[in-house]
């Protein structure tokens, strides 16, 4: 069973204008939030995360939003840019095993058109 | 610089054939994990490692065996009995004494069956 959700597979958004991707999970343990922007035949880069303790983190263009009681996390990319093409995937932790194990969406495509 | 090294980058594996595919870090990490990618799929762990000389599967582990002899070095083989290992693999790492660590991705093996 799924427990990191990604219901949009694909997003398209024009340069210079706000993207908003959005992640659900389930498992209520979960207390460690990531993002991850992927180029085809590349690994994964990790791009932002947020702790539960917390409901908003910023970096530069990239803010992560999470609302705990939705069990819902967002990421905002403002302004978009071309180069920030790319397949994102949300991942979460905190299966009490003390392992760092990660549970991953299954992606969402951005194209930002210039 | 440090990082994750995976090789080959393509792989061809022949009916009942193992092959192996290697991740290397440089990095200092003492967390190691294997994932499989199929298109349109987040990410699914086969195995982890904690530290050296102990492993974990994850939660595809059949038809693949690792081992962790070396810190730096999370080999992972694709035997014959897995049926369907047409995928693209990821290594990863992070340093597992703490939580809440970002994984540090290699940059992948494409493993298709000839």
């Known amino acids: 069973d799924q427990q990191v959700k990604q219901n949009s597979p694909s997003l398209s958004v024009q340069e210079g204008r706000i993207s908003i991707l959005n992640c659900d999970y389930t498992?209520?343990?979960?207390?460690?939030f990531l993002w991850y922007k992927k180029y085809p035949a590349e690994g994964p880069t990790f791009l932002i995360s947020?702790?539960?303790?917390?409901d908003k983190n910023e970096d530069g263009r990239f803010t992560v939003f999470l609302n705990k009681s939705a069990k819902h996390l967002s990421l905002h990319i403002v302004p978009s840019q071309p180069g920030d093409s790319a397949v994102y995937f949300c991942?979460?932790?905190?299966?009490?095993?003390?392992?760092?194990?990660?549970?991953f969406g299954t992606g969402t495509r951005l194209t930002v058109i210039p | 610089d440090g990082g994750i090294t995976q090789s080959p980058k393509y792989l061809f594996r022949k009916e009942g054939q193992n092959v192996t595919l290697s991740c290397e870090q440089n990095l200092n990490h003492d967390a190691m994990y294997w994932y499989r990618q199929d298109p349109g799929q987040g990410l699914r762990l086969i195995y982890y490692?904690?530290?050296?000389?102990?492993?974990q599967k994850g939660d595809i582990a059949e038809g693949y065996s690792v081992s962790r002899e070396k810190k730096e070095s999370f080999p992972l083989t694709v035997t014959s009995a897995q049926k369907n290992p047409t995928a693209f693999y990821l290594c990863?790492?992070?340093?597992?004494?703490?939580?809440?660590?970002?994984?540090?991705f290699g940059d992948g093996t494409r493993l298709s069956i000839l």
């Open positions: 498992n209520s343990m979960f207390d460690y």
């Open positions: 947020i702790s539960s303790i917390k």
């Open positions: 990863a790492s992070t340093r597992g004494s703490l939580l809440n660590q970002p994984q540090h």
């Open positions: 991942a979460a932790s905190g299966d009490q095993t003390g392992a760092n194990n990660l549970f």
């Open positions: 490692s904690q530290i050296v000389n102990d492993f």
